[in-house]
């Protein structure tokens, strides 16, 4: 079975620093890759995706991510964060064949950001 | 356009009771699925429909069924309850574009079950 692993389970910044949060599946097929984000008594939304194309996908508020297909790896980066930006992150993998689409989430990283 | 609702927003149930919980979806979308989210499991995928059929299903047992009406609507529900179904169940719905793998998830507030 599939599975996405989301290394850093908590993560504390100060403004200004740089994010990556890790995110690893295995599957062998192709997939569908998605992060979503969960701010604080929000619910949950997208933050970008990634279907086919350039690797590297930007998403809303600043976010990007790189899928590197050889590492099965989706890491989300954010090159200066903001207090704002304080919240749940989750990884999810869609695969592609089979006919069954049943994504996959990671187990999410909560991410702190101090003024 | 409003969002994905759900009710009840918490709900207590007693060990061996059942429940149905309701999600009306996005305007539009007849793709529904839902999601049993714990602090040990995180979230994990129970069922989708669209078009009032099950489309997709998880691993979980049969004790979880759901179904969607003619306006998208759906309703899940959970017999003989156990202390492990405490749990946030969330409902996403979907735009149908371009298949069920490229669909992006909108997600609702949840209802916080709770089984004593």
């Known amino acids: 079975a599939q599975s996405v692993s989301q290394h850093n389970h908590h993560v504390i910044l100060s403004e200004a620093a740089s994010l990556e949060l890790g995110c690893n599946y295995s599957?062998?097929?192709?997939?569908?890759l998605f992060w979503y984000v969960q701010y604080p008594g929000q619910h949950l939304q997208l933050l970008l995706k990634y279907f086919s194309g350039d690797p590297l996908v930007k998403g809303i508020k600043g976010f990007e991510a790189e899928f590197i297909k050889s590492k099965f790896s989706f890491n989300l980066r954010k090159p200066s964060v903001q207090w704002s930006d304080t919240a749940e992150y989750f990884c999810a993998v869609m695969p592609l064949s089979g006919g069954s689409y049943i994504p996959t989430f990671g187990r999410g990283t909560s991410l702190i950001v101090h003024p | 356009k409003a969002g994905v609702t759900q009710t009840p927003r918490y709900l207590i149930k007693t060990r061996g009771q059942q429940v149905t919980l309701s999600c009306s979806p996005i305007s539009g979308h007849r793709s529904v699925s839902w999601y049993q989210q714990t602090p040990g499991q995180g979230l994990q995928f129970l069922f989708e429909?669209?078009?009032?059929?099950?489309?997709n299903k998880g691993n979980f047992p049969g004790r979880f069924s759901g179904r969607q009406f003619s306006n998208s609507r759906s309703e899940m529900n959970v017999s003989t309850l156990e202390l492990g179904d405490s749990a946030l169940y969330l409902c996403?719905?979907?735009?149908?574009?371009?298949?069920?793998?490229?669909?992006?998830?909108?997600f609702g507030p949840g209802t916080r079950l709770t089984v004593l």
């Open positions: 996403a719905s979907s735009p149908e574009i371009s298949g069920a793998a490229y669909n992006e998830q909108f």
């Open positions: 599957y062998g097929g192709t997939v569908n």
């Open positions: 429909y669209f078009s009032e059929t099950q489309r």
